[in-house]
């Protein structure tokens, strides 16, 4: 089967269409060159490897020879992974908002002149005028575009230079010495509390996302406020997703968003980052309320990504497609006669029961598994030992039977922001829930990323490949999600090389990233590639924005490293962003969490004394475990001789009568040294919540 240049390309999305009778190209000098050299518009086509409606959109005209000639003849068309190019991604999503005053999706279609001046964009368009006139054909769209280009050159051109403009003038924030003031929590706690699903949890209708950095937000505000409300929100949401259909009941992770308001039916593709920051939101609702339904579900999501989504070196692949052998979901779904089949009579009934397994389904003919009752009624119904023993031994059978299926495609690319929000997850759960597995699989990560994803220079990459071949410069969130992630690393092991490397990173971040006449960080470094508008991310999307990232791990090392110059572009960051925060809450969840850090009080921790003791380890087990986001941690043993002298936080702070203390400061004031484990656990025991 002939193939076009894509089939040179590492990207899993790009090479899906090398076999495409497309004559495509990858975004690089030589697509742009043609355009100019032939005067031809650019059709740039983002979308990636796990992308339902792309598969879609390519099976429908992408493979159709017709099609395919007319984009040949007049386009000249540019295929780009949006997972590795996100600034890409984020210039041209923009364009498309500003173009149709609507959001945005995947795949997005855009119409570039050869400068790369947007004049036309959109998602998804069909084969044929189904959704006419909204959405016309992909053929007559076409049609139209070129009959513009040839005919209406003028207006392309204004439309394009006044879309350009504004993409320019994106990046202007707030002045930077804009008061912060508390009441922008509360008005977020507020905005949260009216798009609140009171029955099925989460926020909004359908489609539903799961909104793990709010969920992590509310945390903080019910800690803040004393606002049980709050607390129930979080509590609800967790424990309705965790047993709806969102949720694989059979091998653990969560799906991207469910198309209804229930968390029944899910957008089957599984991306690193929604699990990496579930996991957090399940680890933090644990500590606050010992919970061990959440205790058990995030365990049961890392376990997922240990078996499946774990490179040989340790790193963590990006995503699990929707779609096994064309079909969206097939992989997940089961008949009640194929359960049946599996599990015999006994372990049938109880399985039908419990996942609402019927004859006819739940979703066309077959049966998502989702969990319809609560815990109180599972184990009155079959009694707690042996509902768990049960679910084990249905869970195991189901998930070897499914194995057998044709899996749904991996994209094994290795992306440095995921890998930094899934170390984090494991870091913190490891820590919080004593596990040295976990700890151990986040510094395995992290040693390989800062191993494979840095140059001689110390510059990051954004994506490699399994065995260790990077390319692309990183961006913004590259640097911002790994650095805080060395930081929870350090704060799991106190092994001092994660938190310098953390500092290195942010270093180069305010060298490379920062505005340096105004608050905030560019979302590409000043050396990179020029592009039409050099943009800073104001909001969070499927992840968190760069530089929310950015302001919550300057803060973090402000207080461990008292890096003064990082406090400084952290507030100013946070000054320029207060519009955001006070209008658009629910899209400013991390900078809320940020700004939340920053109002503090801070807790300042060092915890002194001999790692072999076990009353060493009782004790930073017990602040482990607690609910502390406004914290940071150093230890150090006097065995090993005088404490670094980069770590102020540690400075002249022995361990008294030979045994473990703990020295706690906030607001630059300390209180007395906690000696021994047992005064520790009163300071720090969990209050039942």
């Known amino acids: 089967m002939p193939t076009n240049r894509l089939a040179g390309e590492t990207s899993l999305y790009l090479k899906q269409h090398a076999n495409n009778p497309v004559d495509w190209y990858p975004w690089g000098p030589e697509a742009l060159a043609r355009a100019k050299q032939l005067d031809r518009p650019i059709f740039l086509s983002i979308g990636y490897s796990a992308c339902h409606w792309c598969h879609v959109m390519e099976r429908e005209s992408f493979e159709d020879e017709a099609t395919a000639k007319v984009m040949n003849e007049h386009f ?39 400068d790369l001046t947007p004049f036309y964009a959109g998602t998804y368009y069909p084969p044929d005028d189904r959704y006419a006139p909204q959405r016309p054909s992909f053929k007559r769209l076409l049609a139209a575009i070129h009959d513009a280009w040839t005919n209406r050159r003028d207006h392309v ?65 019910a800690d803040r406020f004393n606002d049980q409300t709050a607390l129930h929100m979080v509590r609800h949401t967790l424990e309705k997703m965790a047993r709806g259909g969102i949720y694989d009941q059979v091998g653990g992770g969560f799906s991207r968003y469910s198309v209804d308001a229930k968390w029944l039916v899910p957008h089957f593709e599984k991306m690193l980052y929604d699990n990496a920051l579930l996991v957090t939101a399940y680890v933090e609702a644990w500590q606050v309320t010992r919970d061990p339904f959440y205790n058990h579900i995030a365990s049961e999501t890392l376990g997922y990504i240990l ?114 929000l899934m170390i984090s997850a494991f870091a913190k759960a490891g820590a919080a829930f004593g596990n040295e597995h976990y700890v151990a699989v986040a510094t395995t990560a992290a040693d390989w990323c800062l191993t494979h994803l840095r140059d001689a220079n110390g510059r990051l990459f954004r994506s490699a490949s399994a065995d260790g071949t990077a390319k692309l410069h990183g961006y913004l969130e590259d640097y911002a999600c790994l650095a805080d992630a060395l930081v929870s690393v350090y704060e799991a092991t106190f092994t001092v090389k994660y938190l310098r490397a953390a500092a290195e990173l942010s270093d180069a971040m305010l060298k ?178």
């Not at 912060?180 to 699903?197: I, K």
């Not at 076990?614 to 482990?624: C, D, K, V």
Request: with cysteine; net charge negative.
């Open 307 to 420: 078996k499946e989504m774990t490179s040989p070196g340790g790193a963590f692949f990006s995503a699990h497609d929707a779609d096994s052998e064309g079909e969206e979901g097939k992989f997940y779904v089961w008949s009640e006669k194929e359960l049946r089949e599996v599990l015999g009579p006994e372990l049938g009934d109880f399985a039908c029961q419990l996942w609402g397994v019927t004859p006819q389904g739940n979703f066309e003919g077959h049966n998502i598994l989702h969990r319809p009752n609560t815990s109180e009624v599972e184990i009155a119904r079959y009694g707690k030992l042996a509902l768990g023993l049960r679910l084990m031994g249905a869970k195991t059978k189901l998930y070897a039977a499914r194995a057998k299926r044709a899996w749904p495609g991996r994209d094994e690319k290795i992306l440095t922001a995921w890998n930094g």
């Open 76 to 114: 000249v068309c540019v295929k780009v992974d949006r997972e590795e190019r996100p600034d890409l991604d984020t210039i041209y999503m923009n364009a498309l908002q500003v173009l149709t005053r609507e959001g945005g999706g995947w795949p997005l279609s855009v119409f570039l002149t050869p």
């Open 512 to 689: 490379h990233f920062a505005d340096p006449s105004g608050p905030g960080f560019y979302f590409v470094a000043d050396d990179h590639e020029a592009l039409i508008a050099r943009t800073k991310d104001v909001h969070d999307g499927s992840t968190p924005s760069g530089n929310a990232v950015a302001v919550t791990v300057l803060l973090r090392l402000a207080k461990l490293l008292d890096r003064r110059d990082y406090f400084a572009k952290a507030e100013e960051t946070l000054r320029g962003y207060r519009e955001m925060m006070a209008d658009h809450p629910a899209a400013a969840g991390q900078m809320l969490i940020a700004l939340d850090f920053y109002f503090g009080p801070v807790q300042e921790i060092a915890v002194v004394g001999s790692a072999s003791q076990e009353a060493y380890r009782t004790a930073l087990g017990t602040i482990h475990a607690s609910f502390g986001p406004n914290r940071v941690l150093a230890t150090h043993d006097p065995a090993t001789g005088p404490a670094p002298t980069d770590f102020p936080l540690l400075k002249e702070k022995p361990a008294l009568d030979a045994a473990v203390t703990v020295y706690v400061c906030e607001n630059h004031a300390c209180k007395a040294p906690l000696v021994g484990a047992e005064a520790v656990e009163r300071a720090f025991a969990h209050r039942a919540t």
């Open 157 to 221: 051109t204004e439309v394009g230079r006044n879309v350009t403009e504004y993409l320019q003038g994106m990046s202007a924030l707030g002045a930077g010495d804009t008061p912060l003031l508390q009441d922008l929590l509360s008005n977020a706690l507020n905005a949260l509390r009216r798009s609140f699903d009171p029955v099925h949890g989460g926020f909004g209708g359908a489609p539903k996302f799961p909104h793990a950095l709010e969920l992590k937000l509310l945390l903080r505000l």
